[in-house]
């Protein structure tokens, strides 16, 4: 396929790094980074740009760049003449073990996040370790929260190596080495697997990758996305094990190994307190009355007895109810003069 | 199922005359009427009028209108939290036959037709023939051209049977005869048959009902689509019988039965004068240029030999693309003082 034949969909900051040396005479489609790009705007430029770039039914479409373009080229691929060819190059560690892979794909609308989307796997999913060699260190800890995420899911050995020796950003100018690659591939690996058994979440099993996302989402809602996903997901996960036991459902501590898995990430285990006048429990119960898997005062959770042994749980009632804000009330350091209500 | 719970949506003339027959107490989304709401703007609304209901992932959603609001309801239910449960209650002799069947759905964007979209089947399409009693005959035309398309494909009895007795609008204030109805469902009948062979458009057989299409969409495209399809698409299929004769390949000289049934379903058999001067042949070769299944110079069209006897071919060279510019000429009465370039 000669190169000038590709269509390649990027933000503005991935292509000045990559361009030149990826694909340089393909069509570059490129938007502007951050997650205001997932847009029905954004997507109707993206759509606009396949035209003017004469793609066809057979065209294929390459997205490079991180969760955000991952999301809004996958979606754009899914819908343009109805679906064409999408190869996906993921350039975060983030998009790496969760958005390129697994097949959604999707915009938000002005009423929330990931409201429009659809179904469909990328062909051809490319990791290029060497990518991840211009990632900040700020962004790596984002990927750890759901690499953190898939270890609880799975537990035995990929709980254990990611503690030790643990995946760690490359130093500068190097690449990950191969022991951390084949970490790299298992976590990914989880994912598919559990994926490949429910594709279009349908048989409840897909739901188990909400782990630690339900008080995360809840936690980005209330504070306006000013807490970052990752970021949220590292507290969700750490509310979930407190919740677990709460519920009288731990079967195993390890809290204390989360919180240090965590700690070594640079991801918090509190929510900084510039957040947390943001997230009284009132606010958190509206959260979670309006989850997409939720109705008012019966939520559902995903809930970890130990690494490697999770379920999704129907909570309701006071206890079970009580047991889930007392979780989501650990989190909070009052600010400073503030109290929780 | 409480009628409350349903989401419907339609457009604002069909509301007017359905609305309270139907489900008054169901959540109405309302369009205004015609093309200009396949868009990214209509779409929008029709999402965010989706959050507002408090639609979740198992929340029916009605399609209540004709082949625009099957289009429109039908991407929306395809996208909104990637995929909502759909059913399709086509209004106009032409959704029942055509739009509702088959799940292509989608939006029109500035470029042209039908570029975004999806294939998403309704759960049900049901036919309900009361819903043709307030159709202008008008429209019934339109869907008259889909019809007798549908009886080329099949052939046979049913190219019998659609010349007499033939498929004609009730009577104002009756119902169609049994008669009628079984013929309406002989119609839809051939499109499912050829969808089912092929549903998303992979195995060169759904390509069939293209038939009269590429010169119609040619005709829509030169025209700035001030020809309506069902015109377009009965100036195509005589012109693609025109088409078989040059090129050589008419079995049957069905030419005479197409041009009476044509007649008599009211559609046209020439280019209506006022648009004659936008279609030179300069134009219409690059209307058939930018085809979605073309390469320029190298053009695809459905030939039929005989009723029931079609098959798609590509036309390259001098002889063969001459026959498709007479064919398309034959169909143009030169507007008073012009001549055909």
Redesign the interface.
């Known amino acids: 396929m000669p190169e000038e034949a590709l269509t390649v969909i990027s933000d503005q900051r991935v292509a000045e790094a990559w361009r030149s040396r990826l694909w340089p005479r393909a069509h570059w489609i490129e938007v502007p980074p951050g997650e205001t790009s997932k847009s029905?705007e954004r997507?109707?430029e993206v759509?606009?740009g396949l035209?003017?770039a004469g793609c066809?039914?057979r065209s294929p479409l390459v997205a490079v760049g991180g969760g955000v373009i991952t999301d809004l080229a996958g979606?754009a691929a899914?819908?343009?003449?109805?679906?064409v060819p999408l190869y996906s190059l993921p350039c975060s560690l983030l998009a790496m073990v969760d958005a390129s892979v697994g097949g959604?794909v999707?915009i938000d609308?002005?009423?929330?996040k990931n409201?429009?989307?659809?179904?469909y796997p990328a062909r051809i999913v490319a990791l290029d370790p060497e990518l991840l060699s211009t990632l900040a260190l700020e962004q790596w800890a984002e990927g750890m929260a759901e690499a953190i995420k898939h270890g609880v899911l799975a537990g035995g050995d990929l709980w254990s190596r990611l503690q030790d020796p643990g995946l760690r950003p490359p130093p500068a100018g190097e690449s990950l080495t191969k022991e951390a690659l084949e970490l790299l591939a298992r976590v990914v690996e989880v994912k598919l697997e559990v994926v490949a058994q429910d594709p279009?979440?349908t048989e409840g099993v897909r739901e188990l990758l909400n782990l630690g996302h339900t008080f995360g989402h809840a936690l980005e809602w209330c504070t306006a996305y000013g807490l970052s996903h990752g970021r949220a997901v590292a507290l969700g996960l750490l509310a979930s094990v407190r919740l677990a036991r709460g519920l009288g459902l731990l079967r195993v501590d390890f809290e204390g190994e989360l919180t240090a898995l965590l700690r070594s990430a640079g991801l918090p285990t509190q929510l900084p307190a510039e957040h947390a006048r943001q997230c009284s429990l009132e606010r958190l119960s509206a959260a979670l009355d309006r989850d997409?898997?939720a109705r008012p005062g019966h939520w559902r959770f995903i809930v970890p007895r130990a690494p490697g042994q999770v379920e999704a749980m129907a909570l309701q009632g006071p206890d079970q109810l009580g047991a889930v804000r007392e979780a989501f009330a650990s989190l909070i350091m009052p600010a400073p003069g503030g109290t929780l209500r």
């Open positions: 029905i997507l109707a759509w606009s035209v003017q066809h039914r979606f899914a819908t343009y003449l109805r679906g959604k999707g609308l002005p009423e929330g409201l429009a989307g659809a179904f279009v979440e997409k898997k």
